[in-house]
């Protein structure tokens, strides 16, 4: 059920709109308890949308207890999933267990994880945010995270305004292409003029999405990158005097991609 969740969504949440609608469908009004509403509320009150033959009290109710059904199913699953991506990165299983239970049993430790968890429940099950955080969570763990915590919190803070897309690029910063420029504006080595459509080109094409939705998706999260200050575009040379563009991650960036590389 919970790798469903995660990896089909859309089968889930198909498979549990069909048992909220059986659940309405058990709450039907009498005959007697019809023909009573309809003496005192217009026709087109009782009848109006799929509500006229509810008690409407029971349908919140039943609506409100599969909304909680659901969101435990997700809570449980995303859960499962991350812890399942965190064992699957270690070498020595035993090691990485019992680095995670001091985690989990101290106050500290206790504190960042639920911060993970705070993460996965805030977004829509997404199995790309799910390895993201699961090598997150491997990087706290093997760190003192005691006398880490302050930094453990501002990267978490500063993943969790990021999308799963804009995490992977950063993740990817080895991989970046440089270009090589005609024309270009910079100040103090640092392109100001647009580079990212060119920038794009070439890292879509390395990564072998070329596909329009796929580029545009690339040029939206490094927008994100960008506004964010986790890259810049730096101006370079060769000895030849060329000139050339290099994406770099900055001083932000640096400490956000050692919890997700």
């Not at 997700?74 to 995670?100: H, V």
């Not at 880490?148 to 969790?160: G, S, T, V």
């Not at 200050?229 to 005097?241: C, F, G």
């Not at 932000?252 to 919890?259: A, D, H, T």
């Amino acid at each position: 059920m919970s790798e469903i969740v995660i990896t089909k969504p859309d089968i889930y949440f198909y498979t549990q709109g069909v048992s909220l609608e059986q659940r309405l469908e058990k709450i039907k009004l009498s005959q007697e308890e019809e023909n009573s509403i309809v003496v005192s509320k217009t026709i087109k009150t009782i009848r109006d949308k799929v509500l006229g033959v509810f008690k409407i009290g029971d349908i919140i109710n039943t609506i409100i207890t599969w909304n909680e059904e659901v969101d435990k199913d997700l809570r449980e699953a995303k859960k499962e999933i991350l812890l399942t991506c965190y064992f699957d990165k270690l070498e020595q299983i035993e090691e990485g267990l019992n680095s995670l239970k001091d985690l989990l049993t101290n106050p500290v430790g206790n504190t960042l994880f639920n911060k993970i968890l705070r993460i996965l429940d805030n977004a829509a099950p997404d199995l790309e945010l799910t390895e993201h955080l699961a090598k997150t969570l491997k990087y706290i763990v093997e760190t003192d995270f005691k006398s880490l915590f302050d930094d453990h919190k501002y990267a978490l803070n500063q993943i969790e305004m990021l999308t799963p897309q804009a995490l992977t690029i950063l993740s990817d910063s080895k991989n970046w292409p440089m270009w090589r420029m005609e024309s270009f504006a910079s100040n103090s080595g640092r392109i100001t003029s647009d580079w990212l459509p060119e920038f794009v080109n070439l890292y879509s094409m390395k990564k072998n999405m070329t596909e329009y939705r796929m580029k545009a998706k690339i040029s939206h999260s490094m927008n994100d990158l960008i506004k964010n200050r986790y890259i810049e575009a730096l101006h370079m040379t060769n000895l030849q005097k060329e000139n050339f563009g290099k994406v770099e991650l900055t001083q932000i960036g640096q400490i956000v991609s050692k919890y997700i590389v």
